[in-house]
């Protein structure tokens, strides 16, 4: 079946370690994004990838990187873990960028805890 | 700018009680609406969308109609069930792009 897939489930770290986070997909979307919600949140966009194209939500902290290799793969960089960065972290495609009518289609998320 | 206000939680129904979650937006235009559900330890999956204004989403028994006169997108479902206790978002797209602004999330709970 064509999916999102988010590796792994649960990520534990220590503060200022930095971390990775992956994500899959075999729909052969463009867009790629990285969204986090934090405990009974919404959850709130970082940044996406149309194809090579990064695009940076101005609010996103520097300690955020992220990186697309290729079509079928997306990570999270934290640079530098804080406490406050404990939270899921939500992968999702989209098969274009503009429009608004597309469905964004999720992973299940990587749930962050920093020590 | 655009946003998205949903109704505060948490709601508790009985069994085949019936459910409305408000949801209403700000927009220049007319956006796209969604409801997504994200069930325990689950990442969210789309429930319904409408394109249009006086368009109406339906899926697994929930229903929302696009209503631009009130700029709202109300989920109901006339008969709730155990396994619909979940946490609902409703969203729309953020400016023209497809990436997404949530509401606050509705936490929807069903006892037998």
């Known amino acids: 079946d064509a999916m999102v897939i988010q590796n792994p489930r649960y990520q534990v770290t220590q503060f200022g370690k930095p971390v990775t986070l992956s994500c899959s997909q075999t729909?052969?979307?463009?867009?790629m994004y990285w969204y986090q919600q934090k405990s009974s949140q919404a959850p709130k966009l970082l940044f996406h990838?149309?194809?090579?194209?990064?695009?940076n939500e101005a609010d996103t902290p520097d300690n955020f990187q992220s990186r697309r290799p290729n079509t079928s793969f997306c990570f999270l960089d934290i640079r530098s873990p804080g406490l406050g960065d404990a939270a899921m972290y939500l992968c999702a495609t989209s098969r274009d960028r503009w429009g608004g009518a597309d469905t964004q289609y999720f992973g299940p998320g990587t749930r962050l805890t920093v020590l | 700018g655009d946003s998205v206000t949903q109704m505060e939680g948490p709601v508790t129904l009985s069994e085949e009680a019936f459910l409305t979650i408000n949801c209403t937006y700000t927009?220049?235009?007319?956006?796209?609406l969604f409801w997504y559900v994200q069930y325990p330890g689950e990442g969210l999956q789309l429930l319904l969308k409408a394109t249009k204004a006086d368009d109406k989403g339906s899926n697994k028994g929930f229903e929302a109609t696009y209503r631009k006169e009130t700029t709202s997108f109300h989920l109901e479902k006339g008969s709730v069930q155990v396994s619909d206790s979940a946490v609902y978002f409703c969203a729309r797209p953020l400016g023209a792009g497809t990436a997404l602004i949530f509401g606050k999330g509705t936490t929807l709970s069903v006892s037998s």
């Open positions: 927009a220049t235009g007319y956006p796209s």
């Open positions: 990838y149309y194809d090579k194209d990064f695009n």
């Open positions: 729909l052969n979307h463009n867009v």
